[in-house]
């Protein structure tokens, strides 16, 4: 089965529930050459590739039927295997996009193992290059009975979610978090707990999930980070979200898993 992708964007069958478009290997019309195809793996005996188009064949697929889409928007419409198998697609087809040129030399790469990796083609540098992962830290904060929830101005109208961070180079996942939260709301923690962790392919993140208890509920926001932070107990959450006051982000992220599990914890 082939899975084609473009850029950052993924094809998608519209229907009810959407579906990724697969495509045999005859269905193909030598839209590729071998050099693009990326091995993803096989799952129940099927072989899985996905491969990049260009701009004209993007248009040729699309139709009535099939469209190109951002895929962060339509992981929650998707089953489970079709989003996990687009995230894979999307990140491995993106990083080949963005690195056809070695970083050390400047001369082209060539993709090896199936897509696993690239080779630099100066046969001086040979340097190789594989795709790499950006841990990133997200955290529900809580005190006695509230939890702390923040928006940056970019999100939508009245979305609400958990503190979040990219881990900087020489820092453990403990200290990034520390310092994350402290930048942005003031606050220090203890008993931080590890939750769990999400592959967020936008472009290659590793989100890990924690819960952490602030030691106390005064805020000094960094309102070049958030727009708003503020503490809900669950009653009050319940009913802003009621309300239409505040909404929470995608059910399919780690953030809502967070919150979730905190509501559900009384
Ligand atoms: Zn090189």
Not at 5 to 23: C, I, R, T, W
Not at 181 to 194: A, M, R, S
Not at 219 to 229: F, H, Q, S, V, W
Request: aromatic letters at 12%.
């Amino acid at each position: 089965m082939f899975i084609p992708a473009f850029e950052s964007l993924v094809f998608l069958k519209l229907g009810n529930p959407h579906a990724a478009l697969y495509l045999k290997r005859e269905e193909l019309n030598k839209d590729y050459d071998d050099q693009q195809i990326i091995f993803l793996g096989e799952i129940n005996e099927k072989f899985y590739f996905t491969y990049e188009v260009d701009k004209t064949k993007k248009e040729k697929l699309i139709s009535s039927e099939v469209d190109v889409k951002e895929l962060v928007y339509f992981t929650p419409l998707l089953s489970k295997f079709d989003s996990s198998i687009l995230s894979f697609s999307r990140s491995l087809v993106l990083w080949h996009h963005q690195n056809k040129f070695c970083g050390v030399c400047g001369s082209k790469t060539k993709s090896i193992d199936g897509g696993f990796a690239r080779i630099c083609t100066n046969e001086e540098c040979k340097k190789v290059i594989f795709p790499r992962v950006d841990p990133s830290i997200i955290v529900l904060i809580y005190h006695e009975d509230k939890c702390l929830l923040g928006r940056q101005e970019r999100w939508p109208e009245g979305m609400y979610s958990t503190i979040a961070g990219f881990v900087e180079l020489g820092e453990s996942l403990k200290s990034c978090l520390e310092r994350e939260v402290y930048e942005e709301t003031g606050l220090n923690l203890k008993n931080i707990q590890y939750k769990y962790s999400d592959p967020w392919p936008f472009p290659g993140s590793l989100m890990l999930g924690y819960f952490a208890e602030a030691k106390s509920t005064k805020l000094n926001i960094d309102r070049d980070e958030l727009d708003d932070c503020r503490w809900f107990t669950r009653e009050e959450l319940t009913n802003a979200i009621k309300s239409k006051e505040i909404r929470l982000p995608l059910t399919s992220s780690i953030s809502f898993r967070l919150i979730n599990e905190w509501m559900n914890n009384e």
